[in-house]
């Protein structure tokens, strides 16, 4: 383009189509008429489709693909990690209410009798309570409807937690810290797509006359499926994403599972603590 013009974003003189300050793209004449309007949109809508198609399909034919796209500077063609993720989480809020399971969190009643933790949910709540019986019964409604949404809202909290652990490993790879997060927001976004599946899964069951989650064969064969292919898929994607490569990715891959698995015991923990304390 010949003429210049004022970038109105950035107030500099520029010759080309977009500022190469901030972006913005030149005026053309047809701008905001009706036709222009809508072509744009339909460029939008293609290109967010686009891009979300593009980036779910390399999370699940292409593990690691995507960690080792965005570490390359190769991020246009994709949706961002952080963007994939809360798409992901979004899908997952949607099948859990769909198939009526909060599987992140549990009641201050399971807390109190079921959980590895009960002794220590016992003792605070008998530290909060004595043994008024009647202020536990009030305490527990507004704890279990709290849990929900914080186990809902704090999902990105076992990301930042599962990254250090990745960074740990691949100390050696010399990678920035926000690598590692890259990384575990494509591997949760693969994770939590994983739980709708299950999620689907046990409905499906309940529905054909199975016992669904509530079922123990139902619940322990799927989080043993869950665990399986998470960690195959965890093997697969240290490969592209840090170069991992024998018996040292064999290790990595282990470490890596068992810190996922782990991550979702202390999730249920961290949110009876956080819940405990501010509700
Ligand atoms: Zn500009």
């Not at 509530?214 to 998470?230: Q, R």
Request: glycine share 6%.
């Amino acid at each position: 383009m010949a003429t210049s013009w004022t970038c109105p974003s950035c107030g500099k003189r520029r010759r080309t189509k977009f500022c190469a300050e901030c972006g913005e793209e030149r005026l053309r004449p047809r701008d905001l008429s009706f036709t222009d309007l809508a072509a744009r949109f339909a460029r939008t809508l293609s290109s967010v489709d686009g891009k979300l198609l593009r980036s779910s399909r390399a999370i699940f034919v292409a593990p690691g693909a995507l960690t080792d796209s965005y570490i390359r500077g190769e991020r246009r063609r994709f949706l961002g990690p952080l963007q994939l993720f809360l798409i992901a989480n979004a899908l997952f809020f949607a099948v859990q209410s769909l198939t009526n399971t909060n599987v992140l969190s549990s009641s201050l009643d399971s807390h109190l009798h079921v959980q590895d933790w009960r002794d220590f949910a016992q003792s605070l709540v008998a530290d909060r309570f004595g043994d008024d019986e009647q202020a536990i019964a009030a305490f527990a409604k507004s704890f279990d409807r709290a849990a929900i949404f914080n186990a809902k809202a704090l999902i990105i909290l076992m990301v930042l937690a599962f990254a250090p652990a990745a960074a740990l490993l691949f100390r050696g790879a010399h990678r920035a810290a926000g690598a590692h997060i890259v990384f575990a927001l494509h591997l949760y976004s693969f994770v939590l797509l994983v739980l709708c599946v299950a999620l689907s899964v046990a409905e499906a069951s309940l529905l054909l006359g199975g016992g669904g989650l509530a079922s123990p064969v139902v619940d322990t064969w799927l989080s043993l499926a869950n665990v399986a292919v998470c960690g195959a898929y965890i093997y697969l994607a240290i490969g592209p994403a840090y170069s991992a490569r024998g018996l040292s990715r064999t290790v990595a891959a282990i470490v890596l599972t068992a810190t996922l698995a782990l991550l979702f015991v202390g999730y249920r923990f961290a949110i009876f603590v956080i819940t405990f304390y501010t509700s």
